[in-house]
Nanobody, 127 residues
Framework: HVQLVESGGGSVQPGGSLRVSCAAS????????MAWFRQAPGKEREGVAR????????YYADSVKGRFTISQDNAKNTVYLDMSRLIPEDTAMYYC?????????????????????WGQGTQVTVS
C-alpha cells in the first residue's frame, strides 16, 4: 500500500503563490504516476496536473497551464504543486493521487480511476 499525505494548503490573496506537497510512504517504489486533483464546492473533482515518476513528463489542465508546476523529489518521495498567479477560481480542496499501475502513463491522466491511492486533501483558498 501507499499512503499519501498532503500539506501546505492555506489562504492567499489573488495573484499570490502557494506550494502544496504530497509525501508518500509505504510501497513507494512502484509509484508510476502522481497527480494533483482539486474539488471546489458544488463541483466535480478535476485533474490539475500529473507527473510520470520515471520520465518526469508532466501534463496540465488548460486552466492552470503556465501558472502551476508539478515536480518531484524522489529522494524524499514527495511531489509538489507550485501555484502562482492564483485566482479565486483556484479555491478548492487539493488532493494528491498515485497510480502503481505500470501502464498508467497510457491511461487518461485526468480520470480518477487511473489512480489507486488518494490523500485526504489540503484546502487552498484564494480571496
Amino acid at each position: 500500500h501507499v499512503q499519501l499525505v498532503e500539506s501546505g494548503g492555506g489562504s492567499v490573496q489573488p495573484g499570490g503563490s502557494l506550494r502544496v506537497s504530497c509525501a508518500a510512504s509505504g510501497y513507494t517504489y512502484n509509484r508510476n504516476c502522481m497527480a494533483w486533483f482539486r474539488q471546489a464546492p458544488g463541483k466535480e473533482r478535476e485533474g490539475v496536473a500529473r507527473i510520470a515518476t520515471g520520465s518526469g513528463n508532466t501534463y496540465y489542465a488548460d486552466s492552470v497551464k503556465g501558472r502551476f508546476t508539478i515536480s518531484q523529489d524522489n529522494a524524499k518521495n514527495t511531489v509538489y504543486l507550485d501555484m502562482s498567479r492564483l485566482i479565486p477560481e483556484d479555491t478548492a480542496m487539493y488532493y494528491c493521487a498515485a497510480s502503481t499501475n505500470s501502464l498508467c502513463i497510457d491511461q487518461p491522466w485526468r480520470a480518477e480511476q487511473t489512480y489507486n491511492y488518494w490523500g485526504q486533501g489540503t484546502q487552498v483558498t484564494v480571496s
